[in-house]
């Protein structure tokens, strides 16, 4: 069945930049119906999503993100990925990729990855 | 961005126990609401999409209700694996926001 695993440093400095990737098995990252997701959750704090993308290229981002957000897909890899720039202590948090199935009114995030903790500190 | 408020955050019950969340979305969403639960450590799961459809494998004992703008999950007879955090989250307008969470303690 399909899955999906982060990888990427788990410590960042503060200014510095956050790299996550998620790599897909088990199935195709170019599959119509499907987009690719990150959300974050800081500790002891609910959900929030962060950004998509689509095997096409095509991505959204959160607006409260967005100036520091950047999502990119290597479909050759089965890969997309996360960049988060300047990053400050507010960022630390368990980074999830995710698969966003939309289908009529079923839009939702079916898969998801098992997280990945980031920690922003000198 | 459209507010989700979930309610209670957080509840006690027992075993067998019939358990209703509730969810408010800040303006109208049609049924574009979905339901996970997240067990500490872990990934959030998908429960419940388009407002009442059951995920696939997920047990019978859950279920989703509701249009608009008010939502609720209501799980008939919680067992042991129920406890957990539930959270609701809209998929009608981007950003796709959550509600604050619903942690299920055990009585």
């Known amino acids: 069945q399909l899955q999906l695993q982060e990888s990427g440093p788990g410590l960042v400095k503060p200014s510095e930049t956050l790299s996550l990737t998620c790599t897909v098995s088990g199935g195709s990252i170019r599959t119509s119906s499907y987009y690719w997701a990150w959300i974050r959750q800081p500790p002891g704090e609910g959900l929030k999503w962060i950004a998509t993308?689509?095997?096409?290229?095509?991505?959204y981002y959160n607006p409260s993100l967005k100036s520091r957000v950047t999502i990119s897909v290597d479909t050759s890899k089965n890969q997309f990925s996360l960049k988060l720039s300047s990053v400050t202590a507010a960022d630390t948090a368990v980074y999830y990729c995710a698969r966003r199935v939309v289908v009529g009114v079923n839009d939702a995030f079916d898969i998801w990855g098992q997280g990945t903790m980031v920690t922003v500190s000198s | 961005d459209i507010q989700m408020t979930q309610s209670p955050s957080s509840l006690s019950a027992s075993v067998r126990d019939r358990v209703t969340i509730t969810c408010r979305a800040s303006q109208s969403i049609s049924i574009y609401l979905n339901w996970y639960q997240q067990k500490p450590g872990k990934a959030p799961k998908l429960l419940i999409y388009?407002?009442?459809s059951l995920q696939s494998g997920v047990p019978s004992r859950f279920s989703g209700s509701g249009s608009g703008t008010d939502f609720t999950l209501t799980i008939s007879s919680l067992q042991p694996e129920d406890f957990a955090t539930y959270y609701c989250?809209?998929?009608?307008?981007?950003?796709?926001?959550f509600g604050g969470g619903t942690k299920v303690e055990i009585k």
């Open positions: 993308i689509y095997y096409s290229g095509n991505t």
């Open positions: 388009a407002a009442s």
């Open positions: 989250q809209q998929s009608y307008s981007p950003p796709h926001t």
